[in-house]
């Protein structure tokens, strides 16, 4: 992903609509992706991950798409909650490589 | 409960002062990091370790300096070499470097005075 500066992307949603949160990620042999979610003042937290054998993954109202032809990644989060308000994280690891490249995050408000 | 234990969670600092902050794991995980966050922005790697005795610099280690003594600990100090410290400072574990989620701690938050 590309860094924004100080001004982060941000979604603006009601609650209990769909989210989707996108990112471009930088590497053509990034084979594992990973979606943080980081509220305020704490550390980013797991969500869900993916292989790059898939194209899709669904967890627990979460769903991540990954298109690799365009190096494209999706977040969707459903039935959005006021506890979803978070700046979210896209990560890629690359095979050998010895770190992950984070993006610049999108910031989440839930509207109640 | 396992997890990664940060600390101090809020620290200041007089200008040319070196400070030194905390990173316990009890996961069990070879691979530590840390990693620095600027306000609206993403993560920036400044160290990581593979293992025991082991640690490579990041994309951004000038001005910081680590040690890898215990597989549990890996503190990072911020030397006065360090331009502009003042930032959120993130530690984080996985079983293996570069494979898997990465477990992050809550952070310590360093203000230069």
């Known amino acids: 992903g590309e860094s924004v500066g100080l001004h982060l992307p941000t979604l603006s949603v009601q609650e209990g609509d769909n989210s989707i949160i996108n990112c471009a990620y930088s590497n053509s042999a990034s084979d594992y992706f990973i979606w943080y979610k980081q509220e305020s003042g704490k550390g980013p937290q797991f969500i869900i991950d993916?292989?790059?054998?898939?194209d899709k993954r669904q967890g627990q109202r979460v769903t991540v798409l990954l298109n690799k032809t365009v190096k494209h990644l999706s977040l969707q989060i459903a039935a959005t909650q006021p506890g979803d308000s978070a700046v979210y994280f896209c990560?890629?690891?690359?095979?050998?490589?010895?770190?992950?490249?984070f993006g610049a995050g999108t910031r989440l408000f839930v509207k109640a | 409960d396992g997890g990664i234990t940060q600390s101090p969670k809020y620290l200041f600092r007089k200008e040319g002062q070196n400070v030194t902050l905390s990173c316990e794991q009890n996961?069990?995980?070879?691979?530590m990091y840390w990693y620095r966050q600027d306000p609206g922005q993403g993560l920036r790697l400044i160290y990581y370790s593979q293992i025991v005795n082991d640690f490579q610099k990041g994309d951004i280690a000038e001005g910081y300096s680590v040690s890898r003594e215990k597989k549990e600990s890996f503190p990072l100090t911020v030397t006065s070499a360090q331009k502009n410290p003042t930032a959120f400072y993130l530690c984080?574990?996985?079983?293996?470097?570069?494979?898997?989620?990465?477990?992050f701690g809550e952070g310590s938050r360093l203000t230069v005075l």
């Open positions: 990560a890629e690891n690359n095979p050998g490589g010895f770190k992950t490249i």
């Open positions: 993916i292989r790059s054998n898939m």
């Open positions: 996961l069990n995980h070879d691979a």
């Open positions: 984080a574990s996985s079983i293996e470097v570069g494979t898997g989620e990465l477990f």
